[in-house]
């Protein structure tokens, strides 16, 4: 996430007003467990991405991608300067491009993209 702390901070809020919105599932932090170490990361969205979720690292931090992808996580690099506040519009259309991987009886109201659910 971002090397300073209040955009790391506004960002993860953004995405918490999201999750109450959107009806969507985060986690913060979340630790990935490998076999070497565990691995911190701000923030899991639930149910997009891949069906074991997307991590966000900020453009910044490029170098966790390899360890989580490894692991079936989707991992997205996210400019805090645009996600540092909740824009209904812009997160919806960033999960949408996502893609939704849950159980279709749990897919978001909002959500009209394609369900991946069995692939």
Known sequence: MADNKKENERLIKAWEKASQDLTIQIETPFILTTDNKNLRYDLLIKNFGSKKGT??????????????SEFGFYCSALNPFYYNHYDRERFIETLTDWGYFGLPVNKPEWYEGHIYNNE
């Not at 991590?55 to 989580?68: G, K, P, Q, Y």
């Open 55 to 68: 991590l966000i690292v900020t453009t910044d931090n490029r170098s966790e991608f390899h360890s989580a």
